[in-house]
């Protein structure tokens, strides 16, 4: 069981996602860090609100979480929190856009799978495989600054 998980989320359902399998593999005192990347000071606020949102329904469950808004390049972001904070895994799913590399994992998650030395659990996007299409709720909150 693992004791700290790093979840990047970009304001999209589907990268909310990646929340619901560390339920099943998270210690019951281990920590959840939320992590927004955005792209400016104005879009902070929005972050916030999204990231306080997500965290409140996971402290209904009695998980311990805490949430990060940063700057910068999303992938890079993530990595160096990823071992700032010493995580146990680092948990996203991919939008699978286009591309190889975007098809398998997303841009995001293919440059954090490429630099990384901390494991990565990639939720593949089930939504898109299954439809074909994309789905209009799948969209991250283009406020957040970055698509996976």
């Known amino acids: 069981m693992l004791n700290h998980v ?4 970009d304001g999209s359902k ?4 990646a929340i619901y399998p560390i339920k099943h593999i998270l210690r019951p005192e281990g920590q959840i860090t939320l992590l927004t990347v955005v792209q400016g000071e104005s879009d902070v606020k929005t972050a916030m609100d999204y990231l306080e949102q997500m965290a409140g329904r ?3 469950e009695r998980y311990q979480v805490k949430i990060e808004i940063q700057e910068g390049d ?3 972001v993530i990595v160096s929190r990823a071992v700032k904070l010493g995580v146990d895994l680092i948990a996203m799913c ?6 190889l590399r975007k098809l398998l994992y997303g841009s995001v998650t293919g440059e954090v ?5 901390c494991p990565v659990l990639v939720i593949p996007n089930r939504v898109r495989q299954e439809n074909s299409q994309e789905v209009p709720e799948a ?3 283009p406020s ?3 698509t996976g």
Do not use: F, N, Y
């Open 6 to 9: 790093l979840i990047p989320l």
């Open 14 to 17: 589907l990268a909310e996602q």
């Open 58 to 60: 996971l402290r209904l």
């Open 74 to 76: 999303a992938a890079e």
């Open 94 to 99: 991919t939008h699978g856009r286009s591309g």
């Open 113 to 117: 799978l490429e630099h990384t030395t």
């Open 139 to 141: 969209a991250p909150d």
């Open 144 to 146: 957040l600054g970055w």
